[in-house]
T-cell receptor, first 113, second 114 residues
Framework: ELKVEQNPLFLSMQEGKNYTIYCNYSTTSDRLYWYRQDPGKSLESLFVLLSNGAVKQEGRLMASLDTKARLSTLHITAAVHDLSATYFCAVDRSGTSYGKLTFGQGTILTVHP | NAGVTQTPKFQVLKTGQSMTLQCAQDMNHNSMYWYRQDPGMGLRLIYYSASEGTTDKGEVPNGYNVSRLNKREFSLRLESAAPSQTSVYFC?????????????FGPGTRLTVT
């Protein structure tokens, strides 16, 4: 059974600081997705990581994937209040189960002035 | 493009009642999905449809049925609602599940079963 674990689950940051959210998963996969969810809203796709060593950056967010370690990171640089949201990683099982995403529990990020 | 739309946005049911959640997408996607989101648990896949005419169980299918009515529409039915089905339900779609595409999510339906 594929398990996906994020840490931390809660993250309170000051504006201007850097931090990293970690996403560990338990079985082989070469597809990992990061989503953002604002309170009471739907999920918005941030990054799609499809191979070992993949790195994607958008604004103050950078995501990477290490398939050998079964680890993805979402790095936040110089946080701003607008980044406050819940961040989910999701892993797609390899083989015949493509499309069946398993989500992490989510990391609730709050950025304070 | 409206993207993925869901109806209703909110619903309250009594235990034992039935209802159907509707989902439609206008992006010509082949694959569609139903998830539920509960506090502290992320999203869990209920059912999915890789392409028109096919459906498959996800992680938590018990108590639900689905219908892929056509390429655009994918409905989720609760035959006899239970309090444990109180949740937020999201529909999603992707161009093709096998092609590693990201999934696009609808706005969600908040369901309460009393």
């Amino acid at each position: 059974e594929l398990k996906v674990e994020q840490n931390p689950l809660f993250l309170s940051m000051q504006e201007g600081k850097n931090y990293t959210i970690y996403c560990n998963y338990s079985t082989t996969s070469d597809r990992l997705y990061w989503y953002r969810q604002d309170p009471g809203k739907s999920l918005e796709s941030l990054f799609v990581l499809l191979s070992n060593g993949a790195v994607k950056q958008e604004g103050r967010l950078m995501a990477s994937l290490d398939t050998k370690a079964r680890l993805s990171t979402l790095h936040i640089t110089a946080a701003v209040h607008d980044l406050s949201a819940t961040y989910f990683c999701a892993v797609d099982r390899s083989g015949t189960s493509y499309g069946k995403l398993t989500f992490g529990q989510g990391t609730i990020l709050t950025v304070h002035p | 493009n409206a993207g993925v739309t869901q109806t209703p946005k909110f619903q309250v049911l009594k235990t034992g009642q039935s209802m159907t959640l509707q989902c439609a997408q206008d992006m010509n996607h082949n694959s569609m999905y139903w998830y539920r989101q509960d506090p502290g648990m992320g999203l869990r896949l209920i059912y999915y449809s890789a392409s028109e005419g096919t459906t498959d169980k996800g992680e938590v299918p018990n108590g639900y049925n689905v219908s892929r009515l056509n390429k655009r529409e994918f409905s989720l039915r609760l035959e006899s609602a239970a309090p444990s089905q109180t949740s937020v339900y999201f529909c999603a779609s992707s161009p093709l599940a096998f092609a590693r595409d990201e999934q696009y999510f609808g706005p969600g339906t908040r369901l309460t079963v009393t």
